[in-house]
């Protein structure tokens, strides 16, 4: 019997207790997958909550918002890639260690990798604009990064960009003045704010008369909507585009096989997602 769970608040919207149910289904093992809400200020329901991964009472933890920072001090260690990226998602015990692991930098690279293969225009052109400079950019900074992309930030708030600390990273205002410029050397966009997600499916963050840069790719990490306004902005002049759903798949599997050493078919969990109506 296997015990998972996801800390954070709110979460009684999270389609994650769907994708790992449906996994310990297809691979055979017992378990459950809770939902345990932590408010932001209950610091000491983290630490009690940890202690149950530690005495093998609860098996693996996913963390989210708004703990994926305030986790990091009960921790004994970080991978690399969460140690980069300053926030964890995956808690696990490993070597009798209670270590903090980040599988959405590895979600987005991945996910983004088949969308690209779907066009053949981008090969070897790798120059990225992300729009939004807070938790998930951060994540998509060190992906894009590692993966050898140049990357430019664009946020309403300057200083959140620098504060992502990449000695690497250009930074643009967030209006079209100063993203006009720079469009026509880009080959890749990122959407990491939360405009255009449910319900405010109406909005998109693209600028109001800035056109897109030809021979380009969107990728909107929102996965609810299905598909968000940006995403069908994009598609209607003829951009390669996909909303966050994949990176979201991606990470859960990516959790689930550290917790269970299962590497589960993905297909397994988009079913079980496609089967609520989602
Ligand atoms: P976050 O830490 O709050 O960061 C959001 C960023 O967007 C901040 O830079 C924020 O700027 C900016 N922003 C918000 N509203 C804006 C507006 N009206 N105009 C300009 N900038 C605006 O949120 P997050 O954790 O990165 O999550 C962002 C989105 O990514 C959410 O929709 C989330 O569901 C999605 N996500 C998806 C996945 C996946 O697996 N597909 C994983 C992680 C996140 P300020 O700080 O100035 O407000």
Redo the contacts with the bound molecule.
């Keep these: 019997m296997i015990r998972l769970g996801l800390i954070g608040f709110p979460i009684d919207q999270s389609l994650s207790p769907i994708l790992h149910s449906a996994a310990m289904r297809a691979c055979g093992l017992k378990g459950e997958y809770l939902l345990l809400p932590v408010m932001k200020e209950d610091i000491q329901g983290i630490y009690a909550l940890l202690a149950k991964v530690r005495s093998g009472d609860i098996t693996g933890l996913n963390i989210t ?1 708004p703990h994926k920072q305030n986790t990091i001090q009960f921790l004994d260690e970080l991978t690399p890639s969460a140690r980069a990226i300053g926030a964890v998602n995956t808690v696990y015990l490993k070597n009798g260690k209670l270590t903090g692991h980040n599988t ?1 930098a590895r ?2 690279i991945t996910d983004l990798t088949n969308l690209l293969e779907l066009g053949d225009g981008q090969k070897g052109k790798k120059s990225a604009l992300i ?9 998509v900074v060190y992906a894009l990064s590692q993966a050898g992309w140049a990357i430019t930030v664009s ?3 300057i200083e ?1 960009a620098l504060a992502i600390g990449n000695s690497r990273l250009h930074v643009a205002e ?1 209006n079209g003045i100063h993203l006009s410029p720079i469009l026509s050397s880009i080959h890749l966009i990122v ?5 255009g ?1 449910f319900p405010n499916i109406h909005d998109s ?1 693209w600028i109001d008369g800035l056109a897109f840069p030809k021979e380009c790719v969107l990728y909107d ?4 909507p299905r598909e968000t306004l940006l995403v069908k902005q994009a598609r209607a002049v003829g951009m390669q585009a996909s ?3 994949g ?2 798949v991606e ?1 859960a599997a990516l959790a689930f096989q550290l917790w269970t050493g299962f590497n589960i078919a993905r297909n397994v969990m988009f079913d079980a997602i496609n089967k609520t109506g989602y």
């Design positions: 918002i959405d979600g987005f729009l939004g400079a807070g938790g998930s950019a951060r994540v946020a309403r708030r959140q967030y959407n990491t704010t939360p405009i997600m963050p990490l929102i996965y609810n909303t966050g759903l990176m979201l990470q």
